[in-house]
């Protein structure tokens, strides 16, 4: 399935690097959401956007700054993680920014070393 | 009180069987109700939606009920391709849009 896609699958950084997430859907959604999922954590949801504007952002760190330049594209921009941001950072996509089901991109599986 | 909670399991069952999940939720405000699947290093994968009066699609059977907070989700006639973790997620607006998951019950079905 290539509903949501997301790139790269697995990355690698040290502290002090910085690096993005890409993710990228072909469903027509006006909606799109960061999650992460940590082992044995429920997933956390980290940001949404509606139309390319920000609606909700669950008091995640200021290093991850996300980016949304249009309604089929989001990015997430990382810089100077700790190791324990070290988790599967999922993308999702729905029709709206309310009640309706998400469509999950694959994930990005990001170590920090 | 988690907002969302689940049996973490794992629930073992035998090929055929019947098994039932439970989830509590918190808020009363709570909106819709989702059972969502996760394989084993994969993404989550919306099972079915749930609904005020029940809902049934095919083996698997979902219940809400607002009253004591509660959705089920019911598998019958279990096959070994069912076993996965099961995602309890709710959603609510209370001023912002909140999307909530359970951490999962798991599900190994066996031969």
């Known amino acids: 399935e290539t509903g949501v896609t997301q790139t790269p699958r697995h990355l690698v950084m040290g502290m002090t690097n910085k690096k993005s997430l890409k993710c990228e859907q072909h469903l027509g959604h006006n909606a799109m959401y960061w999650y992460k999922q940590s082992a044995k954590k429920p997933l956390e949801l980290m940001f949404v956007y509606s139309l390319e504007e920000r609606v909700e952002n669950n008091s995640v760190p200021s290093r991850f700054s996300p980016e949304c330049p249009n309604s089929s594209h989001l990015f997430l921009h990382l810089h100077t993680l700790q190791p324990e941001d070290s988790a599967l950072y999922l993308c999702?996509?729905?029709?709206?920014?309310?009640?309706?089901?998400?469509?999950f991109g694959p994930g990005t599986r990001l170590t920090v070393t | 009180r988690k907002e969302v909670e689940q049996d973490p399991g794992p629930f073992n069952v035998p090929e055929g069987a019947t098994v039932a999940f439970n989830c509590t939720y918190s808020n009363s405000a709570s909106q819709s109700f989702f059972w969502y699947r996760q394989d084993c290093r994969k993404e989550p994968k919306l099972l079915m939606s749930v609904y005020s009066s029940g809902n049934e699609d095919g083996r698997f059977t979902a219940q809400l009920n607002r009253a004591s907070q509660y959705i089920s989700l019911l598998i019958r006639d279990s096959k070994l391709s069912d076993s996965a973790t099961y995602l309890c997620v709710v959603t609510l607006n209370t001023g912002g849009f909140k999307t909530i998951f359970g951490a999962g019950t798991r599900l190994f079905v066996k031969a």
């Open positions: 999702a996509s729905s029709q709206e920014a309310t009640s309706y089901e998400q469509y």
